[in-house]
């Protein structure tokens, strides 16, 4: 396997699935904080892409379980599309979020990839939560208010099946098992 040492940073300032506010200033925090220097002292070659535009937060109440499903569903296509076109550049994409449900439009242009060129699909998810909620996880709670729970559970059931991660191909690092819910509905993803 060879490493792919041309890296495009692509920023996704946006807290439009979040609880609260505050990722939308990641993207930018990250240049001041220097990645670009810092990445290129590593001998990588680096295009800052810019910051994606996309509809901004209306702070709406939930609706059918899901609050601000048309933004987050907008946000994902432009990130996906992003992500899809530097990966035909033989690029690798770097998303500087925002907040984590933007997963779902990167891993679901990745799966397109690996699809178009024959390549099997691996994801290692660094996350303190698992990300693998439904719209009711828990029929005793209250439907999730934001789509920031829901990354992982979209691509592993939203994408065509024989391009989901398998067993042995996908790996969650960091996420407690809290809900034995979820853990079921993980352990089930994996048989």
Do not use: K
Request: positive net charge.
């Amino acid at each position: 396997m060879r490493t792919n040492t041309h890296l495009s940073l692509i920023g996704a300032p946006t807290d439009i699935g979040a609880a609260s506010r505050g990722a939308s200033m990641g993207p930018e925090a990250l240049r001041v904080a220097n990645i670009l220097p810092v990445l290129q002292g590593h001998g990588l070659e680096v295009l800052d892409r810019g910051n994606l535009v996309g509809p901004t937060n209306p702070w709406l109440p939930a609706t059918g379980g899901y609050r601000h499903l048309a933004e987050v569903a907008a946000w994902n296509r432009t990130v996906h599309d992003a992500v899809l076109a530097e990966l035909r550049l033989n690029r690798l994409p770097v998303l500087l979020g925002g907040d984590h449900c933007l997963g779902i439009g990167s891993i679901s242009a990745v799966a397109r990839h690996c699809r178009e060129t024959g390549q099997r699909l691996r994801v290692l998810w660094l996350d303190a939560h698992a990300d693998f909620n439904t719209q009711r996880a828990d029929p005793q709670r209250q439907p999730p208010r934001h789509a920031g729970g829901l990354p992982v559970r979209t691509w592993t059931e939203g994408i065509d099946r024989a391009q989901r991660p398998g067993a042995g191909h996908q790996s969650q690092v960091g996420a407690p098992d809290r809900h034995p819910q979820r853990r079921r509905r993980r352990e089930a993803f994996r048989a």
